[in-house]
């Protein structure tokens, strides 16, 4: 039971939700989980998924249609439903047209509150499913991307294709698993888990449409259509279905076909909505990947595009309108910040951009929230709040790529100790060393081996998707997805995470799942479209790939063992590279 003092506290502000407790009146008995709700939080993420401007051909699903409905007559026999039919066939060409049951019931009450006039809307001109007394001309929709580590959602106009609202927030799973592994691994480990996991994300996504409304002023009846997409696992979870076969090999989805119905059915608290879930491309390429392909649109080219989307897991795909390959690899947390001595999560305080002087290797930088550089005048006032918190996900790249441009870091990832003697930011780390910013934020060996690894395993990624379409370069790189849009494409370069081409050839898409997800809320057609090019799609699996390990290996250079990186060198001054005679085979086949 809750103590006096938080019944106070209930009764001077908000009281508190149940399952909450103030932590500084709570004696902890035994060990826990700490959910500290977002808006508790002192540092909160900043969730950078904003909606991407996109040309859409406006057809969407759920159309609304006005018409009178004929008085009734005793000399036609025929029901009021009949009545609304014959009037949606006459009037707008609608033949042959089923009604959900449930509307069945308020039919007549709506039919005498509009005196007979009635706006009607119809799913795929087949199904009535919303009923409104008199003329309604307002129609939404919601296209939501649902990713393991933030959720974002934007609320559509219908009839014209304008985002009204856009809303996001953390992933509340988060508290069962930093990643998509660890969560399977609760449902595996704990009866339910899977319910409590179906349960929170479904509560997240009802709060962010009852925000999106609010920030629109409209309601949610007026709602009709909400398009989601997420990786395979998110999928699953989502629809309500077991997420665990997707946690071994073969990874094998319930569907990897979309999947459609009423949002009421998947606990979706719009009464009115529709819901369509993307397709999946295979056990580890998801709806999301799906959506960016749409969005970007490398089917629809000729020129070849590698699309990566960066998070937990990496989703490449490499090919154009001939043939498209995808793959996921392991990157693991790191570019997120995790697994980072001084990494966290994008939010006010983080060190986000970062330039190390080659003569001095001094640093300056810039935290989020704060517009000037940190050799600049008034920088101490301006983080006195919030302080310098660490680094987030896209300023450890900059900064990696910053120290091995400056020679801090060697070619093969070691914090080289004998420029301790040029500048004491060096410092001894027990056997290796690290190079502090400021005084409670460095970057030690651990941090670029961590950064090492995942580059790695994201080289080893494409180029195997490049080996398989039997290509030696790519002539676009688009980097989707929020830690995309921040990331320097120079310094994704530098540390070689992306393949070497001209640096105008890569471009931050943004949330492209996001714009896909909007594609598909507003465009049947892109249903389709998607639905299709998914199935042509060939999946490789990394695991099983002998050729992987090969690649890995020598991507744990900095930028590469034996790729030449040649147009990057043409742009940017890089340090001196030796490229040994044994790494010459691989460099002779690209």
Known sequence: AICATEIKYGERKTPLANGRRLSCHTLLLDDVVIDVPAESQVHRQIVRKDAEYRDISLD?????????????????????????????AEE???DNLSCDSGLL????????????????????????????PGLNDRAYGVAVDVGSTTIAAHLCDLS???????????????????????????????????????????????DLVLELASK??????????????????????????????????????????????????????????????????AGHVGADTAAAILSEGPHRGTSMQLLIDVGTNAEIVVGNKDRLLAASSPTGPAFEGAQISSGQRAAPGAIERIRIDKDTLEPKFRVIGVDLWSDEDGFDAA????????????????????????????????????????????????????????????VTQNDVRAIQLAKAALYAGFRLLMDKINIRKVDRVVLAGAFGTHIDPKYAMVLGMIPDCLLANVRAAGNSAGAGARMALLNQAARRDIEAVVRQIEKIETAVEASFQDHFVKAMAIPHKSDPYANLAAAVDLPVRILTDEDAPALAGG
């Open 160 to 206: 014209t294709g304008s985002v009204l609202a856009s809303a996001s927030l953390m992933n509340p799973q988060i508290r069962f698993g930093e990643d998509l592994m660890s969560r399977v691994s609760y449902v595996m480990m704990n009866k339910g888990g899977d319910v409590e996991l179906t349960t929170v994300i479904r509560a997240a996504l009802n």
């Open 216 to 281: 629109a002023a409209t309601t949610v009846d007026k709602i009709l259509e909400i398009v989601m997409v997420g990786n395979p696992i998110m999928h699953h979870i989502l629809l309500g279905i077991d997420p665990t076969p997707l946690g071994a090999a073969p990874f094998v989805l319930a569907t990897d076909e979309a999947v459609s119905g009423a949002a009421t059915q998947i606990g979706i608290q719009l009464p009115n909505a529709r819901y369509y879930v993307g397709p999946c491309i």
């Open 92 to 94: 707008w060409g609608l």
């Open 383 to 442: 983080v006195e709040k919030t302080g310098v918190t660490g680094i987030c996900g896209s300023g450890i790249i900059e900064v990696l790529g910053e120290m091995y441009l400056a020679g801090i870091i060697t070619m093969d990832g070691v914090i080289d100790g004998s420029k301790a003697a040029q500048n004491s930011r060096i410092e001894a780390d027990d056997r290796t060393f690290s190079y502090r910013i400021t005084d409670t934020v460095s």
């Open 60 to 88: 969407p699903a759920t159309r609304l249609y006005y018409v009178q409905v004929a008085e009734a007559d005793m000399h036609v026999p025929k029901g009021d439903l009949q009545r609304l039919t014959d009037a949606l």
């Open 105 to 132: 019931k308020i039919l007549q009450p709506v039919l005498a509150e509009g005196k007979r006039s009635i706006t009607v809307a119809v799913h795929k001109q087949e199904k009535i499913v919303a009923l409104w």
